[in-house]
């Protein structure tokens, strides 16, 4: 099982702890470290199969490669997440998910002409969302751009692949 499936329901547990006003810095459970930033309510786990951090203070994560997958202007970050398997193939992995007034076309062309020279490029349509996947630089990529009434939500998943 992923750390993540494993950490979800604590970090779940916590965040929710935190919105109650109740007073919880960190909490070990066994190997496994978890700590709350009273101030921003950012939730980091960490033990031996690596770290995962989520926050929900606005900011791209720190280390994200925005210079190779920026976002458009106006967009508002809702969420961000990071994490490290130190002993994967893999290396740090971004998601970042943000509100954004522009229209679903305009977001896709902005994105097309930002990752259109990456590798294995393609766009998927769906009914309410659409990708776009590829690899860039040593990042697989996945731009998720989805489509409500009023307004998009963009959400951009970064795998960050270990030279062998």
């Known amino acids: 099982m992923s750390m993540l499936k494993k950490a979800l329901p604590l970090i779940l547990l916590i965040s929710l702890l935190s919105v109650a006003g109740c007073s919880l810095d960190s909490l070990n459970m066994g190997d496994t470290k978890v700590s709350v930033d009273k101030d921003t309510g950012n939730v980091k786990v960490q033990n031996d199969k690596g770290n995962l951090s989520v926050s929900g203070d606005n900011k791209l994560p720190e280390g994200y490669p925005e210079s190779l997958f920026p976002l458009p202007a106006g967009a508002s970050i809702s969420s961000s997440m990071t994490g490290e398997a130190p002993n994967n193939a893999v290396g740090k992995t971004y998601v970042v998910s943000a ?14 002409g930002k990752l259109k020279d990456a590798s294995n490029y393609k766009v998927q349509e769906f009914s ?21 009434d009023s307004s998009r939500t963009l959400t ?9």
Request: charged share 25%; aromatic share 12%; hydrophobic share 35%.
């Open 99 to 112: 509100n954004c007034s522009d229209s679903k076309a305009d977001l896709l062309k902005f994105y097309e």
């Open 128 to 148: 309410t969302s659409t990708n776009i996947t590829g690899s860039k630089d040593k990042y697989a990529f996945v731009v998720n751009v989805f489509d409500n």
């Open 156 to 164: 951009i998943s970064l795998t960050e692949i270990k030279a062998k």
